[in-house]
Structures are given as C-alpha cells and as structure tokens.
C-alpha cells in the first residue's frame, strides 16, 4: 500500500517562502507522476505542479516563476518551494502519486498540509 507524507506547511507572511515535503512508501512504479494539489474553502482542489517520473514539470499559470516542484528518486520524495507567497496562496496543499501501468492508473493522496499567507 503507498502512502503520502507531507510536511513542512505553516504561517508566513507575504513575500515570505516555505517548502513542503512529501514523502512515499511502499510501491512506486517506474511510470508515475507525483504533484501538488491545493484547496482552499470554498474552492475546488486545483492542481499547482507537477513532475513525472521522466523529470518533466508543469504548474498551474497563477505559481509560474514563484513555485518550483522538484523530486528525489531515491528517497521516494518530492519538494514544493514556495516563494514569493501571496495571500491567495492561502490553503490546504495535498500531494498527490498516479501510478501508471498501461493504461491503468492508480492514485493515492495524501492528508494534506496547511499553508497559510498572512500579515
């Protein structure tokens, strides 16, 4: 079974930055993506960036040149570094693995960790 980790959530203020972590175990297949959603209330869970297992990456327009995703194979983890932080930064940040064999994915999430943008 995989499980997800995060870390590294909490308050700063704006301009300020932070690092999420997020930590896997258990089985991770060669073909996988791993990335970071975030939801704040009232809002639908968005998807922030991304990075496949081939080291591709992609984020969402409103984190471009702030956010940068990275990952480390061997300790089965990935970072968020969030700079330049705005209050409309301001949510829950989940990570999130899609394992993929063929054409079946398998995707699991993690519990979520908060991020919060304030003076």
């Known amino acids: 079974q995989v499980q997800l980790v995060e870390s590294g959530g909490g308050l700063v203020q704006p301009g300020g930055s932070l690092r999420l972590s997020c930590a896997a175990s258990?089985?991770?297949?060669?073909?996988?993506?791993m990335g970071w959603y975030r939801q704040a209330p009232g809002k639908q869970r968005e998807l922030v960036a991304a990075?496949?297992?081939?080291?591709?990456?992609k984020y969402t327009d409103s984190v471009k040149g702030r956010f940068a995703i990275s990952r480390d194979n061997a300790k089965k983890t990935i970072y968020l570094q969030l700079s330049t932080l705005k209050p409309e930064d301001t949510a829950g940040y989940f990570c999130?693995?899609?394992?993929?064999?063929?054409?079946?994915?398998?995707?699991?999430w993690g519990q979520g960790t908060q991020v919060t943008v304030s003076s």
């Open positions: 999130n693995l899609l394992n993929s064999y063929g054409s079946v994915n398998y995707e699991y």
């Open positions: 258990g089985c991770i297949f060669n073909t996988n993506a």
């Open positions: 990075v496949t297992s081939g080291g591709s990456t």
